[in-house]
């Protein structure tokens, strides 16, 4: 009988149980959720997204576009569960956090081939096939545990979560609705601020008091979400080049660009729970408050939650792993999700589609068919498995592709578009050569 253990049931081991028990295999899942708490997730249920909505730009000619058509390709489950959580956000995929993840803890805690366990695992000694994709607030034995078995120093780096509020607490009439250039739907609220709003802002930000890291972290973040602090910090202008930048959004009443802009997106379908779109910070609460209250058409405002900020480990899988995603010193053991050095929820889902491909191949006693480089999995693979000096977590960018699209004088969305189509195909071409990789669902009676 084929078992497999995986330990979390966060998006990462979700995406690995519902793969694996559809190839007929029997899953273990171990969470240790509600008994042992995290300092991010707020609730029991599997899949809970700790931070943003979105899982970012459906386009083909974006990173993440490619990475979820890809991703497609392969039968990823938890994609499905997203759109059928959606709510509106222009291109982007933004989802409702409790339909989604009760619409995965519906569909694990019921599939005939998977037992969940509520349980911590503490300890690296698993009966294998086992994949760890504990994530980012990996359980601190289990932490510990790690820290002894690989070559380097853990890897850390700090996330931080941007505060959500009540959108019937916001006066609409300040803003307007509209998606940069137009792209999609008028799905978020825009808040204008003129140079003297703006710099009002910064200096409140400059001047705010911060929750301390431990005296002996160094405060590293990973440099596409920083907080709005770090931002600041760095000048004057560097927001409103970042999550407050303008461009892309006439104000309808002016017919121009505003000198910064405030993003709010719905969180939830009915739109009660808005969150400000890159406003992650680490200032204390009280803190906060007084800045969202300051923010135009904010007076009244009621904060649902406050950004708050965490540490978050990964591996050094380039040293640890061999292809894909396997521990080389404990055949078997595989790694999946944001511990396994990819960065960002769909990455995450996406790595667990490719540790479950890599225990199917084993299984049948085959090698596992390399994923071609020219997709964006390849290349995220190809990163992960790259001896470097200083690795760091990576998420998806055309940066890694092998080839960038003919250059010349043509666009970038041309090039993007270029490179994407033939990643597609690639990724197509893959799938069919190894149908045998990707059987018809199968279920075993009397698991649960
Ligand atoms: C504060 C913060 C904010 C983030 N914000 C974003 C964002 O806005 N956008 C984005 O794309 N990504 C974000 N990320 C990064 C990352 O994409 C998410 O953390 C994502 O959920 C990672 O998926 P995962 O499956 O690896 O981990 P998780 O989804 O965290 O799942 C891991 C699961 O393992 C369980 N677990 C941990 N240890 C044990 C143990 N010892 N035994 C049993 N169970 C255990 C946990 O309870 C959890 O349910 C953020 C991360 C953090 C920490």
Same mark, same amino acid.
């Given at each position: 009988?084929?078992?497999?253990?995986?330990?979390?049931?966060?998006?990462?081991?979700?995406?690995? @149980?519902?793969?694996?028990?559809?190839?007929?295999?029997?899953?273990?899942?171990?969470?240790?959720? %509600?008994?042992?708490?995290?300092?991010?997730?707020?609730?029991?249920?599997?899949?809970?997204?700790?931070?943003?909505?979105?899982?970012?730009?459906?386009?083909?000619?974006?990173?993440?576009?490619?990475?979820?058509?890809?991703?497609?390709?392969?039968?990823? +489950?938890?994609?499905?569960?997203?759109?059928?959580?959606?709510?509106?956000?222009?291109?982007?995929?933004?989802?409702?956090?409790?339909?989604?993840?009760?619409?995965?803890?519906?569909?694990?805690?019921?599939?005939?081939?998977?037992?969940?366990?509520? *349980?911590? #695992?503490?300890?690296?000694?698993?009966?294998?096939?086992?994949?760890?994709?504990?994530?980012?607030?990996?359980?601190?034995?289990?932490?510990?545990?790690?820290?002894?078995?690989?070559?380097?120093?853990?890897?850390?780096?700090?996330?931080? #979560?941007?505060?959500?509020?009540?959108?019937?607490? /916001?006066?609409?009439?300040?803003?307007?609705?509209?998606?940069?250039?137009?792209?999609?739907? @008028?799905?978020?609220?825009?808040?204008?601020?003129?140079?003297?709003?703006?710099?009002?802002?910064?200096?409140?930000?400059?001047?705010?008091?911060?929750?301390?890291?431990?005296?002996?972290?160094?405060?590293?973040?990973?440099?596409?979400?920083? %907080? #709005?602090? /770090?931002?600041?910090?760095?000048?004057?202008?560097?927001?409103?080049?970042? %999550? =407050?930048?303008?461009?892309?959004? %006439?104000?309808?009443?002016?017919?121009?660009?505003?000198?910064?802009?405030?993003?709010?997106?719905?969180?939830?379908?009915?739109?009660?729970?808005?969150?400000?779109?890159?406003?992650?910070?680490?200032?204390?609460?009280?803190?906060?408050?007084?800045?969202?209250?300051?923010?135009?058409?904010?007076?009244?405002?009621?904060?649902?939650?406050?950004?708050?900020?965490?540490?978050?480990?990964?591996?050094?899988?380039?040293?640890?792993?061999?292809?894909?995603?396997?521990?080389?010193? +404990?055949?078997?053991?595989?790694?999946?999700?944001?511990?396994?050095?990819?960065?960002?929820?769909?990455?995450?889902?996406?790595?667990?589609?490719?540790?479950?491909?890599? #225990?199917?191949?084993?299984?049948?006693?085959?090698? =596992?068919?390399?994923?071609?480089?020219?997709?964006?999995?390849?290349?995220?693979?190809?990163?992960?498995?790259?001896?470097?000096?200083?690795?760091?977590?990576?998420?998806?960018?055309?940066?890694?592709?092998? *080839?960038?699209?003919?250059?010349?004088?043509?666009?970038?969305?041309?090039?993007?578009?270029?490179?994407? *189509?033939?990643?597609?195909?690639?990724?197509?071409?893959?799938?069919?050569?190894?149908?045998?990789?990707?059987?018809?669902?199968?279920?075993?009676?009397?698991?649960?």
């Amino acid at each position: 009988m084929r078992e497999v253990t995986i330990v979390g049931g966060g998006l990462a081991g979700c995406e690995a @149980a519902w793969q694996l028990a559809d190839r007929g295999f029997r899953v273990r899942l171990c969470e240790m959720r %509600p008994e042992t708490p995290t300092g991010a997730h707020k609730t029991d249920r599997l899949a809970e997204i700790v931070c943003s909505n979105s899982f970012k730009s459906t386009l083909l000619d974006t990173a993440s576009g490619l990475l979820k058509a890809e991703m497609e390709v392969l039968g990823c +489950r938890l994609l499905g569960v997203a759109r059928d959580s959606a709510v509106p956000a222009g291109h982007a995929l933004g989802i409702d956090r409790e339909l989604f993840s009760g619409g995965v803890t519906a569909r694990i805690e019921t599939h005939p081939n998977i037992r969940v366990e509520r *349980t911590r #695992i503490d300890s690296l000694d698993l009966p294998t096939p086992a994949i760890i994709a504990t994530g980012p607030l990996t359980g601190d034995a289990l932490s510990a545990a790690l820290v002894a078995h690989c070559t380097r120093d853990h890897l850390y780096f700090y996330d931080a #979560i941007a505060p959500s509020v009540d959108g019937d607490s /916001v006066d609409p009439s300040v803003g307007y609705w509209a998606s940069r250039y137009g792209k999609g739907d @008028a799905d978020y609220l825009n808040i204008p601020f003129d140079k003297e709003q703006y710099q009002k802002l910064v200096e409140f930000v400059r001047g705010a008091e911060y929750v301390q890291s431990h005296a002996f972290e160094e405060e590293k973040y990973f440099e596409a979400c920083l %907080p #709005i602090e /770090v931002l600041v910090a760095r000048g004057e202008d560097t927001l409103r080049f970042g %999550p =407050m930048k303008p461009r892309g959004l %006439p104000d309808p009443r002016t017919g121009r660009d505003p000198y910064a802009v405030l993003q709010l997106r719905k969180e939830s379908r009915e739109g009660s729970l808005m969150g400000l779109v890159g406003f992650q910070t680490r200032m204390t609460w009280a803190c906060q408050k007084e800045l969202l209250r300051m923010l135009p058409g904010c007076s009244d405002v009621s904060v649902l939650r406050f950004g708050t900020i965490h540490r978050n480990i990964f591996l050094d899988i380039p040293s640890l792993c061999a292809p894909y995603l396997q521990d080389r010193a +404990r055949p078997g053991l595989h790694y999946a999700g944001q511990i396994s050095g990819v960065e960002g929820y769909v990455e995450s889902i996406m790595s667990a589609i490719v540790v479950a491909l890599s #225990i199917t191949a084993a299984a049948e006693g085959r090698p =596992m068919p390399p994923i071609p480089r020219a997709t964006m999995i390849g290349s995220l693979m190809d990163y992960v498995h790259t001896p470097r000096k200083n690795f760091q977590p990576m998420n998806a960018n055309f940066g890694l592709m092998p *080839t960038q699209g003919n250059g010349g004088r043509r666009s970038r969305k041309v090039r993007h578009d270029e490179v994407s *189509t033939a990643a597609l195909a690639a990724m197509e071409s893959y799938r069919a050569e190894n149908d045998w990789l990707f059987p018809a669902p199968q279920s075993l009676p009397n698991f649960a």
